[in-house]
């Protein structure tokens, strides 16, 4: 896959999106007929979805539901150099930027990418902004990091556990000797036990929209989000399991891998949203 390669906060062309495939997104008030091609991640982001991205996340928000947590963890490390490989919209490069971190920011969405650049630019931020697949990473970097972080539930966009493997292969490599990995992703845990719930107070604040699973198995999590203007949209995930995530952590060559849900190191695995890992590369 080519690298395309910006500065957030100044113009540059970027390719035009991929086409769509037939039920992945489904435009406004619709719904998806049939299953979206599991390993489409950029054709289940079309533009009328990543329009209300920002709507259903919500910045300020989110910030103040997160408060230091992230900027914490990556100064306890002795983090400056930030590569953040699932900006979406650019809410957690944006915000490390202004709290003086070094960041990159990439995303394998095309769409995505062009929306952190609004929005760095927006939010008076300069960084370099990159389109690239997880599992050539290091073809599209420039050096190592001391931090990658993947936030967003991003992670469970790789279906087979091949390249579940290989994308933190390509993590582990891509970081400098005692640097982290931070990897988030939606409590599938209690969602595979149909027990799903969504506070709203935590990554996803927006009051605009509602999310809820439409179906779950072992091998696929559909979520629908409705919002107040009546469009209905479709994302398909793998259901990682926290242990699951944690093993491949420690497979892949970390060797301190810590768990957090909402936040916190102490936690009750039903009554999350969602689970955080904190992995070092020794």
């Given amino acids: ?12 062309p970027l390719p035009q ?17 049939e299953s ?15 329009d209300l991205w920002d709507q259903l996340i919500d910045w300020e928000r989110r910030r103040a539901s997160e408060r230091d947590f992230f900027v914490d963890l990556l100064n306890d490390a002795g983090a400056r150099r930030v590569l953040d490989v699932a900006t979406g919209t650019g809410y957690h ?12 920011a990439a995303d394998g969405s095309a769409q995505m990418i062009e929306r952190t650049r609004r929005n760095a630019e927006r939010h008076g931020q300069s960084f370099e902004v990159l389109q690239a697949d997880w599992r050539g990473l290091r073809r599209h970097i420039d050096g190592r990091y001391d931090a990658i972080v993947c936030l967003g539930s991003s992670f469970p966009h790789l279906f087979q556990e ?17 640097g982290i990995l931070i990897v988030d992703h939606r409590n599938f845990d209690a969602i595979r036990r149909h027990r ?20 779950v198995d072992e091998k696929l999590c559909r979520f629908q989000y409705d919002f107040q203007d009546g469009g209905t949209h479709h994302l398909e995930v793998y259901p990682i399991l926290l242990a699951e995530l944690s093993s491949l952590l420690t497979d892949s060559g970390f060797d301190t891998v810590r768990t957090f849900g909402d936040f916190q190191e102490t936690f009750d695995i039903s009554a999350v949203d969602f689970v955080i890992h904190v992995a070092r590369k020794p």
């Avoid at 390993?39 to 009328?48: L, N, R």
């Avoid at 490069?93 to 202004?98: E, K, N």
């Fill in 36 to 50: 979206a091609a599991q390993d489409d991640f950029e054709g289940q982001y079309i533009p009328t979805l990543v």
């Fill in 1 to 12: 896959m080519t690298t395309h390669a910006t500065q957030a906060g100044r113009a540059a």
């Fill in 93 to 104: 490069s944006v915000t490390l930027a202004q709290r003086g971190f070094d960041v990159t």
């Fill in 162 to 178: 091949s390249d579940r493997r290989a994308v933190l292969s390509e993590f582990y490599e891509a970081l400098n000797p005692g």
């Fill in 196 to 215: 799903y719930q969504s506070t709203g107070k935590y990554y996803y604040c927006g009051t605009g929209a509602s999310v809820t699973v439409a179906h």
């Fill in 17 to 33: 999106h991929a086409p769509v495939t037939p039920g992945s997104l489904v435009p406004r008030g619709t719904t998806s007929p």
